[in-house]
């Protein structure tokens, strides 16, 4: 728990904003910031409310919270409109199922004869307690974002309107991916929490994650 490394997430979060763009904002030297992020000082009562309602969190989040989730691991922190287009899809409930599902999904493209597929893939909440609790067992679904001019025989065809996304771009993903995907989707969550964004599930996938060595997760925005 650090206020200084806190503020220097917060700032990363917010357009990777600088030390004296931050000192211009609150009035302040950038030497300050600088004491600030290094611990050696910390501002007073009127700067750090004011620093709250800049980055849209608590006193609690600035000084007490661990919010530093984001490391060398997360880049590319950005919103952009992903173009309109086609899927066919596969669920699976198990214990392990993304690679379940996404090898289904590859049977499928190799069977299309196309190299290089766009394949995304989610989890999903249509899973009881007991599954969960005492199986063990989760549910995913994998996509295949369909090709100009491909139809898959004997699949549904789902489609998807041009949106808005939060995403971030992850490097080695699996080196520790219990840790390191869900702290995509954290870093993430706050990143639209400091920019004003709001998440929206209405028509649209609510977040999905591409398939790779590396790897781009996406969050809905309204």
């Known amino acids: 728990m650090s206020f200084g490394k806190n503020l220097q997430f917060l700032r990363r979060l917010r357009g990777n904003m600088t030390q004296e763009d931050l000192a211009e ?8 910031v600088s004491k600030w992020e290094l611990d050696t000082a910390q501002p007073e009562m009127d700067k750090a409310i004011e620093l709250c309602g800049l980055f849209n969190c608590s006193l609690d989040n600035l000084f007490r919270d661990d919010m530093v989730i984001c ?8 919103v952009e409109t992903v173009p309109a287009f086609r899927y066919i899809k596969h669920a699976v409930i198990s214990a392990i199922p993304e690679g379940d599902a996404i090898d289904r999904i590859f049977t499928i493209v190799r069977n299309c004869g196309v190299e290089k597929p766009r394949v995304i893939g989610w989890g999903f909440s249509n899973v009881s307690q007991e599954q969960i609790s005492v199986f063990n067992m989760h549910g995913y679904e994998a996509a295949w974002v369909l090709p100009e001019g491909i139809v898959p025989p004997d699949m549904e065809i789902h489609k998807q309107s041009a949106h808005k996304y939060a995403a971030v771009h992850i490097e080695n993903p699996f ?3 219990f840790v390191t995907i869900p702290n995509a989707y954290n870093t993430l969550m706050e990143y639209m929490h400091v920019n004003g964004l709001e998440r929206t599930e209405k028509d ?16 809905a925005c309204k």
């Open 71 to 78: 490391s060398e691991v997360y880049t590319n922190l950005r």
């Open 175 to 177: 080196e520790n991916p």
């Open 204 to 219: 649209v996938i609510p977040c999905f994650e591409t398939d790779g060595e590396s790897m781009d997760v996406y969050i």
């Open 25 to 32: 904002k609150m009035n302040i030297s950038r030497q300050t």
